[in-house]
T-cell receptor
Framework: GNSVTQMEGPVTLSEEAFLTINCTYT??????LFWYVQYPGEGLQLLLK?????DKGSNKGFEATYRKETTSFHLEKGSVQVSDSAVYFC??????????????FGQGTILTVHP | NAGVTQTPKFQVLKTGQSMTLQCAQD?????MYWYRQDPGMGLRLIYY???????DKGEVPNGYNVSRLNKREFSLRLESAAPSQTSVYFC?????????????????FGAGTRLSVL
């Protein structure tokens, strides 16, 4: 079956530091890959996505590249801000057959950014 | 544009009580989902509805029932609540249904219901 593994958290950084959150996956076929973000007290919202190998998703200074050869989709940001403090979820979505379009999530990584 | 609306936001139940969590979306989406979020486990799918009139089990359906009341509304019912059902519950919706396009589905989430079962 499908699975997503994220790096263990929590991650604590100072403002303007470089961020990497690792994500690797196991899936059949050609899944789409997503990063969702959950701010305190809110639901999840899509941060970025990539639908095929070598695609780069980007949004709000965050980037992630779909690497089929390493089955990875690591999230990066060059300079984090206090407002980036949130929980980040990596997810995949396989279409077709019984997988339908369901999302499989990683366990989430808590990011805290200090001034 | 409200998106996905969940009610209530918070609920405390005693073991054995029943309740229904409500979810409504105003984006004319075909598909709707219920997830639970537990610490260190990400989100796990409870039930989903690919289209109006259909429902299917997800990863953790035991102890829950669902109803797709119409295209907008998808409710989750706990018939006899247990402490193991203490969790945060999220409803989500998406436009695509199935097939290749479903793999590019973007799901939109509600703000969640925080449920405690004592």
């Amino acid at each position: 079956g499908n699975s997503v593994t994220q790096m263990e958290g929590p991650v604590t950084l100072s403002e303007e530091a470089f961020l990497t959150i690792n994500c690797t996956y196991t899936a059949t076929g050609y899944p789409s890959l997503f990063w969702y973000v959950q701010y305190p007290g809110e639901g999840l919202q899509l941060l970025l996505k990539a639908t095929k190998a070598d695609d780069k998703g980007s949004n709000k200074g965050f980037e992630a590249t779909y690497r089929k050869e390493t089955t990875s989709f690591h999230l990066e940001k060059g300079s984090v801000q206090v407002s980036d403090s949130a929980v980040y979820f990596c997810a995949l979505n396989s279409a077709g057959g019984t997988s339908y379009g369901k999302l499989t999530f990683g366990q989430g990584t808590i990011l805290t950014v200090h001034p | 544009n409200a998106g996905v609306t969940q009610t209530p936001k918070f609920q405390v139940l005693k073991t054995g009580q029943s309740m229904t969590l409500q979810c409504a979306q105003d984006m004319n989406h075909n598909s709707m989902y219920w997830y639970r979020q537990d610490p260190g486990m990400g989100l796990r799918l409870i039930y989903y509805s690919a289209s109006e009139g259909t429902t299917d089990k997800g990863e953790v359906p035991n102890g829950y029932n669902v109803s797709r009341l119409n295209k907008r509304e998808f409710s989750l019912r706990l018939e006899s609540a247990a402490p193991s059902q203490t969790s945060v519950y999220f409803c989500a919706s998406s436009y695509e249904t199935s097939g290749r396009a479903g793999g590019k589905n973007i799901q939109y989430f509600g703000a969640g219901t925080r449920l405690s079962v004592l």
